[in-house]
């Protein structure tokens, strides 16, 4: 059975400082991984996703994340924090084959201070 | 153009009500799902449609009905709905089911129950 687990329900940092968001997945077969962003009151957007191939995925608004099998990490950074960037971040992992049914870490806050 | 969306943004019923809500994507994908989210929490999976049919049904109590009139449409028809029923009610599509699809969510529709 697949699951995640998100390090940390809160994570506050400054404006301008390094981002890192950590997950950790529990897999029996090749994972493909997820993280999504919520803003207040809004859906999930998708950041970025990791299925075959680069173990470093580039997604929107500067957040990247590294798929580590050894470590069965994919922490989720971005180099300088914005104060738009502050949400609730989801990581996902599916497994394959079978059907896509997401499991969902419980959520990690980001807190941006100026 | 990955939008889904999601009518109506708010919703307000009486434990005696019968309400729906809709969603709709035109970005011709064939599988679509219904999730739930309480305040703080990850979505939880409902409902998943693949083609129409509805192919995963997460135990939800049958006061929740979900409808797939085609392949662009999916309702969730409410009825003698509970007070802990209130939370954000998500959809999401997807091209197909399987690991590595990629759920694309609507913004939600947040139901109170009185």
């Known amino acids: 059975a697949q699951s995640v687990t998100q390090l940390g329900s809160h994570v506050s940092v400054s404006e301008g400082a390094l981002v890192l968001l950590r997950c950790n997945y529990s897999?029996?077969?090749?994972?493909?991984l997820f993280w999504y962003v919520q803003y207040p009151n809004q859906g999930l957007q998708l950041l970025l996703k990791?299925?075959?191939?680069?173990?470093l995925v580039k997604g929107i608004n500067g957040f990247e994340a590294e798929f580590k099998k050894s470590e069965t990490s994919f922490h989720l950074t971005k180099p300088s924090a914005h104060m738009s960037d502050a949400a609730e971040y989801f990581c996902?992992?599916?497994?394959?084959?079978?059907?896509?049914?997401?499991?969902f870490g419980k959520g990690t806050m980001l807190l941006v201070s100026p | 153009d990955t939008e889904v969306t999601q009518t109506p943004k708010h919703l307000v019923m009486g434990m005696t009500n019968k309400k729906s809500l809709k969603c709709e994507q035109h970005?011709?994908?064939?599988?679509m799902y219904w999730y739930k989210q309480k305040a703080k929490k990850p979505p939880e999976l409902m409902f998943v449609?693949?083609?129409?049919?509805?192919?995963i049904n997460e135990s939800v109590p049958s006061r929740f009905s979900p409808e797939c009139p085609n392949s662009s449409l999916l309702n969730l028809h409410l009825h003698a709905l509970q007070p802990e029923d209130s939370a954000l009610y998500l959809c999401?599509?997807?091209?197909?089911?399987?690991?590595?699809?990629?759920?694309?969510f609507g913004p939600g529709t947040r139901l109170l129950v009185l």
């Open positions: 897999s029996s077969v090749p994972p493909y």
């Open positions: 996902a992992v599916s497994e394959s084959p079978g059907y896509s049914t997401l499991t």
């Open positions: 449609y693949s083609y129409e049919k509805l192919s």
């Open positions: 999401a599509s997807s091209q197909a089911t399987g690991g590595r699809q990629t759920q694309y």
């Open positions: 970005m011709g994908h064939r599988a």
């Open positions: 990791y299925t075959t191939g680069a173990t």
